[in-house]
């Protein structure tokens, strides 16, 4: 009887070596809430966490579960979810680190506010008359 050689799509062909970690942002920036309240980083992961009816997404994304599963995963102890993940390729942990850091750092610049005065220009082309003006102009009428 011949047996059947591996599929390339089998998990235990996706495995990830040893010094290497999944190409993936998730776990810093995604966060998965079902129906059951349960919580994940992504649609294939594991459950991460529950949530209550008071709950709150800042204390769920700081807290011990996430911190933990970021740790994790950034030292390459990942879950079987993650080591079977077919969608992230695997890459080195310290050129992740690295790619990550540029990532949050870029996320973190985007978030900031303008400089005041863009502010000040911005709220000038968004008082009510500009908006008129402005409107009036454009339809040719003006």
């Known amino acids: 009887m011949n047996e059947a050689a591996p599929r390339i799509d089998e998990p235990a062909l996706r495995r990830v070596r040893p010094g290497f970690t999944r190409d993936c942002f998730y776990p810093w920036d995604t ?46 102890n990942l879950t079987i979810e993650c080591h079977d993940c077919p969608i992230r390729p695997e890459i080195p942990l310290a050129e992740f680190k690295g790619k990550l850091t540029d990532y949050l750092q870029d996320k973190m610049e985007a978030a900031s506010p303008p400089p ?19 409107l009036k102009r454009a339809l040719g009428r003006g």
């Open 31 to 76: 966060v998965f809430i079902h129906a059951d309240r349960s919580v994940r980083v992504c649609c294939t992961s594991a459950v991460i966490d529950t949530i209550g009816l008071d709950w709150d997404m800042e204390a769920l994304v700081n807290g011990p579960s996430f911190r933990k599963f970021r740790q994790d995963f950034l030292d390459g």
């Open 116 to 134: 005041a005065s863009a502010w000040g220009r911005m709220r000038a082309r968004l008082r009510p008359k500009n908006i008129r003006r402005r």
